[in-house]
């Protein structure tokens, strides 16, 4: 192999695992930031699903009443009831890819 076609080689390998590294696919971020609440399969039967009565998006029909734009706008900046926060908002840990990763992953919790 030429040295010229390695070292493109190399970069690429390299560029792609920095890649990787700098967005988290969405299932470990659903694990690390969201499962909490509303479990690892959507349907929200944690300690604080419970109690927050979290809906259970692995439900078509809690799923139809879900929009794209709405699940993003509320990942982004939380959800509100009365005034009070029911979840908080993850525009500061997380990028407008992760979040819109994120909602293509509870599309697929659908049962
Ligand atoms: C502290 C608990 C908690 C955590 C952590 C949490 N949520 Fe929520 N989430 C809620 C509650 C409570 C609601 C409002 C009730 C409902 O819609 O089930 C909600 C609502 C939602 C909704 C519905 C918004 C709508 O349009 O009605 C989406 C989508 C959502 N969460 C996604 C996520 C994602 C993605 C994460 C992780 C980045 C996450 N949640 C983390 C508690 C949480």
Redesign the pocket.
């Known amino acids: 192999m030429k040295t010229t076609t390695k070292l493109a080689l190399s970069t690429l390998v390299l560029s792609l695992a920095t890649g990787v590294a700098l967005a988290a696919p969405a299932a470990e ?2 694990d690390n ?2 499962a ?3 479990g690892a399969d959507g349907k ?1 039967q944690t300690k ?1 699903g419970k109690k ?1 009565k ?2 259970d998006y692995s439900d078509a029909k809690v799923q139809a009443e ?1 929009k794209d734009e ?2 993003c706008k ?2 982004m900046e939380g ?1 509100k009831a009365d005034g009070k926060e ?2 908080k908002g ?1 525009k500061e840990e ?1 990028s407008a890819d992760e979040i819109k990763d ?2 293509a992953h ?1 599309r697929k919790l659908k049962a």
Do not use: K
């Open positions: 971020n659903w930031n969201c909490s609440c509303h929200g604080q927050l979290v809906r879900l709405d699940m509320a990942v959800v029911r979840m993850f997380l994120l909602v509870i």
